[in-house]
């Protein structure tokens, strides 16, 4: 969806949600200037963190009120950037529709702040991403450069190619061996993720190799997530090596040691790693906000955010279970931009 269709589809929405019954009072829209309201829009995932933080902030500010519409990422920024919303929640990064879609708009970027970091294994709240291998595979860790040079068609300069488990340092019967590789769909924000934190945002794919996985509908009407196919897939083939996260793990697979530099040091993916921040391939929920150059933010979102920061704001972070606090360097450095010039 690019940033005219998502503005239209925001559009309809709003057209829609107006629409009055005949004869029937209006019903009460918080003017978007009032100062009792704060509006959030975003990922459903997020919903649950943000109503412990809104009752958490109501204790100290009872004359405050909210308005949330945790319906889709995708229509979390067009909140903000047609002035529906005063903060979108997203589980991921903005992608270039939410960014073109912002700038086609507003003719400026909007305002990122990190909130909380992703879980260590809950799907649906920005998981860490793991690179698992078939259990029987005696590979125990890997770099970076190394999975962006088997996922990759075109390696970076100074990437290595990998092509077969020889390529990673494997040898006897493995050495000549193809990597089977295993992904989320690309298209998905996991997908996408994995595709700027590993290849630089490249869609340049090993595609003769690659699998992707989009979440499913069983017969019985549930739904199989990604990864649960991924390690499924895996756990049937010795040769493959899988991107998933830790919520669908067994012993039949072998999580990895990741290092961002090939010198390492090479890192488990634990709640203590992500949060510190050196496991390379941990997640952050964030909030945007529209905050024009040279322009304050609105008193109320600054107040808000502030308390987002606070030791009650990271109590309750750990109060919804699945998402992970800050550390302390990162949390004092977001709130520094509250008041910091954009």
Known sequence: MNGRLALLVALGLVIRAGAAVPGAAPPYRADRTDPRIIRIWGD???????????????????????????????????????????????????????????????????????????????????????????????????????????????????????????????????????????????????????????????????????????????PDGTRETAEEQILTALRSDPYGLAVAGLGSADAAVKPLALAGAPAGPYVAATARTLVDGTYPLARRALAFVNRAPGRPLDPKVIAFLRYLYSDSGEDGIRQEGAFLPLSSPVRRAQAGQLTAAP
């Open 44 to 218: 459903p995932g997020l919903a649950d963190l943000a109503r412990i933080w809104e009752d958490g902030y109501r204790r100290s500010h009872p004359e405050i009120g909210f308005e949330n519409r945790f319906v889709s990422t995708a229509m979390a920024m067009p909140g903000i950037y047609l002035g529906l919303a005063d903060i979108a929640f997203l589980g991921r990064e903005a992608n270039v529709t939410d960014r073109d879609g912002f700038a086609h708009v507003r003719a400026y970027p909007p305002q990122r702040f990190e909130i909380a970091t992703g879980s260590l294994a809950t799907p649906g709240k920005s998981p860490a991403l793991v690179v698992f291998v078939h259990r029987d595979n005696p590979l125990g860790r890997l770099t970076l450069q190394q999975l962006a040079g088997a996922f990759g068609c075109r390696p970076a300069s100074g990437a290595p190619q990998v092509r077969t488990w020889g390529d990673l340092g494997l040898g006897g019967s493995w050495a000549a061996r193809p990597i089977n590789l295993y992904l989320f769909d690309i298209e998905s924000g996991t997908g996408q993720y994995f595709l700027q934190a590993v290849l630089g945002g490249s869609h340049q794919l090993a595609w003769e190799r690659l699998q992707e996985f989009p979440e499913r509908a069983r």
